[in-house]
């Protein structure tokens, strides 16, 4: 066990080594403290909460499913196929930049950077993908 990273992080917050030292003991003793300690204090890892599951599993469910329309719905209003994937590419670029954008807010990044970042990374994934189902299905 690494008692001295557990040492260090509480000399961190100003405890002297007479005063660490009998908490590093009891953490040995018991490996599951040592774990959580670990985790929390030297990786910044927190438990997740099991009441979030289902919250989390619908929150990415919804996300899963309005992201996979933006693409689609174009071809709910146009007639025609060739129409359609214009249509789709620049509405799933809009729609790229525009989630980039509030990334980069929301993560204190620069947004235009954070937007073309997002929209790059997605055109390149999408023309990969376009690419490989031309190659199988010419």
């Known amino acids: 066990m690494q008692a001295a990273e557990v040492e260090e992080i509480l000399a961190e917050y100003g405890i002297e080594a ?7 003991n009891a953490l040995r003793k018991k490996p599951q403290a040592w774990l959580d ?14 009441r979030r ?3 989390s599993a619908l929150t990415i469910a919804v ?3 309005l992201g996979g329309a933006v693409p689609l719905l174009p071809y709910v209003f146009f007639p025609r ?3 359609a994937l214009v249509a789709s590419v620049v509405v799933t670029l809009l729609a790229l930049l525009i989630f980039g954008y ?4 929301f993560t204190d990044n620069k947004p235009f950077s954070s937007a ?3 929209a790059f990374i997605g055109a390149i994934a999408s023309a990969t993908a376009f690419g490989l189902a031309k190659a199988i299905h010419p």
Request: glycine share 6%; proline share 8%.
């Open 18 to 24: 007479q005063e660490y030292t009998p908490v590093v």
């Open 53 to 55: 599951a289902l919250h």
């Open 81 to 83: 196929a060739r129409e």
């Open 116 to 118: 073309f970042q997002t």
């Open 102 to 105: 509030a990334k980069g807010r």
């Open 37 to 50: 300690f670990m985790m929390k204090f030297e990786l910044g890892l927190e438990k997740p909460d099991p």
């Open 63 to 65: 996300a899963y499913v």
